[in-house]
């Protein structure tokens, strides 16, 4: 490698690490950035999500993380245009809204309509007959219907883009994974990869489902763990649905430009097991059939398993070491990553380059000591 030193190191190569380094370049173009990691790694959450940007449908509570996850997609659209105008590579997003079907939501219908409209969550009640005339393929089981104005993107352009975006403002990839660190008790040094030693100042640990292991090299224990997602991806006309749908232990995530629409999802405390399970897979899809008939006969395109980085109290860890002093994190993203992705970066960004006011004490790495 030309040039070793550098003013920040991230460590992962997913939408968490590329989306750090794209928000740095932009603010300061002169930092020296590298990116490490294996962008290959066939278990990485950010190319396995269906790229939903569902705030409304999968928060309950209106606590710091909904706030924060709300604040990101309300960042989106301007964020995939900045994104789009560096990088020349396009990506599939649209705020077309989700549909949340009353019939899967049981006793809990009235108190998630409630909520929306307490917080004035932008959401329309459909009646079936006006559900039958927006969207005529969906089952006449899904009775009255929920619209809510959310995103959907399509992940995987998502992380091309932010690659090549990466590449282009100069930041240097390195697809190596990171074996340990040189340090001392309170300050990390280098980076241990495969080419040698790399230094830098400043170190982000943004390594997804495997950021316990790198915790371990640096002597700190991060409860976190894989959760496996098994999904699949069907080949269906783009104009069966316009919106993304949230269902009982399902969703249909539509990526449209002819890519389908991608099915999930489960949830499974599995370690890094990476199977997928024939079985499993048609039962997504007869779960997801009930509610999109046409999916029953739909052409399989791939199925494939992800990993979920999920803390123990299932809150992002974000913001600085409280054991190093050059160290700050990035992880435990679970459910909502690509949802998080441009808040997450501005306010990583807004840490590492100390122009933060405070900390969100909710996702702070000292809660674990970290
Ligand atoms: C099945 C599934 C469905 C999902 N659906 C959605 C959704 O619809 N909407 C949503 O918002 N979120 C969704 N998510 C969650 C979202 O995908 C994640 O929260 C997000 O992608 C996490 O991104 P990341 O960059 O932190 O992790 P990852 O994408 O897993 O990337 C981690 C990176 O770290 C690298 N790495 C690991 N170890 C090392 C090492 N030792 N040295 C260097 N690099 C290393 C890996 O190679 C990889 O590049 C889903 C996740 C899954 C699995």
């Given at each position: 490698m030309k040039n070793n030193d550098f003013d920040v190191i991230i460590i992962g190569a997913g939408v968490i690490g590329f989306s750090i380094a794209f928000r740095l370049k932009r603010i300061r173009p002169a930092l020296n950035i590298a990116v490490l990691g294996d962008p290959m790694n066939s278990?990485?959450?950010?190319?396995?999500?269906?790229?939903?940007?569902?705030?409304?449908?999968e928060c309950k509570r209106a606590d710091k993380f909904f706030g924060f996850c709300r604040e990101s997609l309300e960042k989106y659209p301007e964020f995939i245009e900045e994104l789009v105008a560096v990088s020349g590579v396009p990506v599939f997003f649209s705020m077309q809204g989700s549909l949340m079907p009353s019939a899967f939501y049981g006793d809990s219908w009235e108190e998630r309509k409630r909520f929306f409209l307490e917080e004035k969550i932008p959401h329309k009640v459909w009646q079936p007959e006006k559900v039958r005339a927006k969207v005529p393929y969906l089952s006449e089981q899904c009775g009255e219907v929920l619209w809510v104005g959310e995103g959907q993107?399509?992940?995987?352009?998502l992380h091309d883009s932010l690659v090549a975006a990466a590449g282009?403002?100069?930041?240097?990839?390195?697809?190596?994974?990171?074996?340990?660190?040189?340090?001392?008790?309170?300050?990390?040094?280098?980076?241990?990869?495969?080419?040698?030693?790399?230094?830098g100042k400043k170190f982000v640990l943004a390594s997804g489902s495997w950021s316990q292991q790198l915790a371990e090299t640096l002597k700190v224990s991060m409860p976190l763990k894989p959760i496996k997602g098994q999904m699949c991806r069907l080949q269906v006309e783009d104009n069966r649905l316009d919106y993304t749908v949230h269902g009982l232990l399902t969703y249909i995530a539509p990526w449209r430009g002819g890519h389908g629409f991608v099915i999930g999802s489960t949830m499974e405390d599995r370690g890094?097991?990476?199977?997928?399970?024939?079985?499993?897979?048609?039962?997504?899809?007869?779960?997801?059939?009930?509610?999109?008939?046409?999916?029953?006969?739909?052409?399989?395109?791939?199925?494939?398993?992800?990993?979920?980085?999920?803390?123990?109290?299932l809150m992002p860890v974000m913001g600085k070491s409280v054991r190093y002093d050059n160290l700050f994190y990035s992880t435990g993203h679970y459910r909502n990553g690509i949802l998080q992705t441009p808040n997450q970066a501005d306010y990583l960004a807004s840490i590492l380059l100390e122009t933060l006011q405070e900390e969100i004490a909710e996702f702070s790495p000292s809660r674990y000591q970290l």
């Open positions: 278990l990485m959450a950010s190319r396995a999500a269906a790229g939903m940007l569902a705030p409304f449908g993107v399509n992940n995987r352009q282009k403002l100069g930041v240097t990839i390195v697809e190596e994974n990171v074996t340990g660190f040189i340090k001392d008790k309170s300050a990390i040094e280098c980076a241990v990869a495969d080419s040698g030693n790399i230094k890094f097991d990476a199977s997928v399970e024939e079985t499993v897979i048609q039962e997504l899809i007869a779960r997801a059939a009930d509610i999109l008939p046409c999916l029953r006969d739909a052409p399989l395109i791939e199925s494939w398993t992800g990993l979920r980085p999920a803390a123990e109290d």
